[in-house]
């Protein structure tokens, strides 16, 4: 098949398709790379003679086409459970060859289907004695995130008129999950992390060590892991002495928007004197980058199971509202210096608010 042509518009910086398909002339921009222009301009033309044979709610076809509009719309983490989310529902169902082959009642099924599958996982690893090994999908919060994805995908296969009929995606639940208190380190903990972080930036000729860096952004700055790795030095204004989140051009904060937090002194002390090895803060001891996954990894297996304390990095972040709660700090300026949308969300620190309910309590009138 001959490879469909592209041009460049004077004063464009796309490639653009021109080509005719029954009596309708197609131009539009396509890519600035001319090779995935091409692509593009393939898919296209493909897409068109689906719709004309009547194929066009082919599951590979609108697969691709989600794909990409995933790819253009999500963050990467998200991207990645939706594929994974196809994966699992592939591997389920083998033959699905329509769009509309997935329904509410698909994946229902789908859904005690993965419930199955991790009960019997948890209960070979019992007999084996084995230490539990994670796999993505088969917990509890990966059951109800691979639903989450599938759901949302099928709504944007509805909104873009693959269904001809309304389904009731509202009708697949989350599994529920008791909701254990939240856990945090106490001082002493944190004084022992970075204390242990402190020596291992002595034993580097730079004098350098991240990960006391890392515990102190998240253990008295609050940040989430993200926020953290992301972390450039124009976010740092020592003259207002403020911490500044704010998107990047390959990134963006949880909720979207900037916030500003107040320099913890030792945070200040420290960023002061540690080394600048380019625009972000975080490098390693060899002055390179590493990559998000290998900073949650790393610090947990490297510094804190030396310790001899269970910690992750979000745990630090619980950590600093915990700290914050228990000395008295309103509940609205903890929300605000976490960047919670929704006050709702900081209420999982409101047991630590001390003896505030059990005052609420004594001011019932006496019974006479």
Not at 129 to 149: C, F, P, Y
Not at 165 to 188: L, M, N, Y
Not at 305 to 321: E, M, N, P, Q
Request: aromatic share 12%.
């Amino acid at each position: 098949m001959k490879e469909p042509s592209v041009f460049r518009k004077p004063g464009s910086p796309y490639w653009w398709c021109d080509f005719y398909y029954k009596k309708k002339r197609y131009q539009q921009a396509m890519h600035k790379n001319k090779k995935k222009a091409v692509q593009k301009t393939k898919d296209l033309q493909e897409k068109l003679r689906l719709q004309n044979s009547g194929e066009a709610n082919l599951w590979p076809i609108f697969k691709a086409e989600y794909l990409e509009w995933a790819d253009a719309n999500k963050t990467p983490a998200t991207l990645k459970w939706d594929r994974l989310a196809i994966k699992y529902l592939e591997e389920y169902k083998s033959d699905i060859k329509y769009a509309t082959d997935i329904t509410p009642a698909l994946l229902d099924k789908f859904k005690s289907h993965l419930i199955l599958r991790s009960r019997e996982q948890e209960e070979a690893l019992r007999r084996s004695g084995r230490k539990r090994r994670k796999q993505q999908g088969l917990g509890v919060h990966g059951i109800n995130r691979t639903l989450q994805s599938l759901k949302v995908m099928m709504r944007k296969a509805e909104a873009w008129g693959y269904f001809s009929v309304p389904q009731k995606w509202d009708t697949i639940s989350k599994i529920k999950t008791a909701e254990g208190r939240v856990v945090f380190h106490t001082p002493h903990e944190i004084r022992l992390l970075l204390d242990f972080t402190h020596e291992l930036a002595k034993k580097n000729t730079s004098g350098y060590c991240p990960w006391e860096t890392v515990v102190l952004l998240g253990a008295r700055e609050g940040m989430r892991r993200g926020e953290i790795y992301h972390l450039k030095w124009t976010d740092i204004d020592y003259e207002k002495n403020i911490i500044t989140i704010q998107p990047k051009d390959d990134w963006h904060p949880k909720t979207y928007e900037c916030r500003d937090i107040p320099m913890y002194v030792l945070v200040r002390e420290h960023l002061l004197k540690i080394p600048r090895r380019g625009e972000y803060i975080l490098y390693d001891t060899y002055g390179k980058r590493f990559s998000i996954d290998s900073l949650t990894n790393y610090y947990r297996v490297k510094v804190a199971r030396k310790v001899g304390i269970d910690s992750f990095i979000h745990k630090l972040r619980h950590t600093y509202a915990s700290h914050l709660v228990q000395n008295r700090v309103d509940l609205y300026t903890v929300s605000k210096l976490l960047g919670h949308k929704n006050i709702l969300t900081t209420q999982i620190y409101a047991h630590l608010i001390p003896d505030t309910l059990q005052e609420a309590v004594n001011r019932l009138p006496p019974l006479v």
